[in-house]
């Protein structure tokens, strides 16, 4: 284990409030360890790259180490959102993991294409959710990211 923890600042785009409640679930049950993990929700692909950008209200916006990124989303495509992450100078180094409920090989292979750190399909289950968000959590809290 490491001796110092970093605070993982993770962006949420996600239109339906019951996965991000999952989400937010599995980060307060992991949080009972050491990791500390700062979440911010966004509900559309529009508004996701307006705190990207740090435009309108998200002016202060801090930038994320990590951001989950659903496909089906209103106002901007999750693949939209994608390519204009991976066009930028700078948010192009944040690593962008789908979570979808999409099984499309056209949707995996336009991800990967497009810079995604990681393909997701989002469980049935509850139990099944927690397990993969956890290991999703295990990982970004080893690996080595760019300031």
């Keep these: 284990m490491m001796a110092t923890e970093r605070r993982m600042v993770v ?5 339906d409030p019951h996965d991000y409640e999952l989400v937010e679930r599995s980060v307060r049950a992991v949080e009972k360890g050491s990791a500390r993990y700062e979440l911010h929700w ?16 998200y002016e202060e916006a801090p930038r994320p180490n990590l951001i989950l990124l659903d496909l089906k989303l209103p106002r ?4 939209t959102v994608l390519a204009e992450i991976k066009k930028d100078e700078v948010l192009r180094k944040i690593p962008v993991v789908v979570l979808t409920v999409s099984k499309s090989e056209e949707d995996i292979a336009r991800a990967y294409d497009s810079g ?26 080893i690996v080595k990211l760019p300031e």
């Design 116 to 141: 995604a750190a990681g393909f997701l399909n989002k469980p049935v289950t509850r139990d099944d959710f927690d397990k993969l968000l956890a290991t999703v959590w295990d990982y970004w809290r």
């Design 42 to 57: 966004v509900k559309n692909g529009a508004e996701a790259l307006d705190f990207l950008f740090r435009k309108g209200k």
């Design 76 to 79: 901007k495509p999750g693949l």
């Design 11 to 15: 962006l949420v785009v996600e239109d």
